[in-house]
């Protein structure tokens, strides 16, 4: 299966095959970097890690998964440093940049900054998440996380709890939801309800969707709660984050109320949407859906390369 040169933008491009292609290279790479191989896959490439906004988990698992595959990093953490402080357009950042690596990864707080990237360069581009829009890395190491956490993926319910307007990794993972044949349960405050364009898109290609606000209710029913942070960067004013700040809280009283053995995904990172006290708790996937980043951006690389 030929992904050479692909660029990696959204949360519906590909087919299940390509999926499940995916998922097995990320597993197989897993495999290799736990028995401890020193990996050459990429050996002789250059890859640009462009972050024009704050990233702790994304940039650092893409980082890692650069160097274990073998390649080599420039980066630019902090869009401040670079030349768009002076002025310079996105589209002429990447053709500069474009000239000297093999890959670009890039987060942006633009809707669609991605899309205008992949446009301009020869290289593949890779969408560490733009503004509001997708986040599609996130949401295929959600797949492979909710594939590892039950055995499979398929005809299961999953919530999405939170901020469902701003949230672009439920944005992605929605589509991809969708495509794998499982129900989804929108739980939110009215004014971070997920986009009306999504939704009936979503509806429109076949997807089982219950909007709701009884989360007790929701989890009742759901083999996965996918919760996500009020986001406070992504309001207009300090006063629309209060209001809605804190809305849904996971605790082990929640919990109670909760299908037995569900699985508790998040992006990260956490304000208070997810008390400490449930890290605990086995279903809790969170951190070792962090550490799946690696192993399934490791993939994309390796993919996008036509390395592997």
């Keep these: 299966m030929d992904f050479k040169g692909l660029d990696i933008l959204n949360g519906y491009q590909f087919t299940n095959q390509q999926l499940n292609h995916i998922m097995n290279t990320a597993a197989e790479y ?27 988990r994304t940039r ?81 190491l959600d797949i492979y996380t909710m594939r590892k956490e039950k055995g ?4 299961q319910t999953i919530t999405f709890l939170g901020d469902l307007k701003y949230g672009r990794t439920v944005h992605s993972l929605g589509y991809f939801m969708q495509q794998l044949g499982n129900r989804m349960i929108f739980a939110s405050p009215d004014e971070l309800k997920m986009p009306e364009e999504i939704t009936a898109d979503l509806r429109a ?41 804190g809305s ?22 956490r304000v208070d949407e997810i008390a400490t006290e449930v890290d605990s708790y086995p279903g809790a996937a969170y951190f070792r859906q962090a550490h799946n980043g690696m192993y399934l951006r490791m993939a994309l690389l390796g993919l996008v390369t036509g390395r592997v």
């Design 205 to 245: 290609r076949g997807a089982d969707i219950v909007e709701t606000g009884d989360v007790r209710e929701a989890l009742a029913q759901s083999d996965f709660v996918y919760v996500t942070r009020v986001q406070r960067e992504r309001f207009p004013d300090q006063e629309s984050y209060e209001r809605v700040k």
């Design 248 to 269: 849904y809280i996971v605790d082990n009283e929640l919990l109670k109320c909760a299908k037995k053995d569900i699985t508790i995904l998040h992006p990260l990172p």
């Design 152 to 155: 499979h993926i398929g005809g």
């Design 60 to 140: 650092l698992s893409f980082e890692a998964a650069i160097n274990r595959t073998g390649a080599r990093c420039i980066s630019m953490a902090d869009a401040k440093a670079s030349s768009q402080a002076k002025g310079e357009t996105l589209e002429d950042t990447i053709s500069t940049v474009d000239g000297y690596v093999d890959v670009i990864v890039m987060r942006h707080p633009e809707k669609g900054a991605a899309v205008r990237a992949a446009d301009i360069a020869v290289h593949p581009v890779i969408n560490g998440g733009d503004g509001a829009g997708q986040h599609p890395t996130q949401a295929l």
């Design 30 to 56: 897993e495999k290799r970097v736990k028995r401890g191989e020193v990996i050459h896959d990429l050996d002789g490439c250059v890859v640009a890690s462009l972050f024009f906004e704050p990233s702790t």
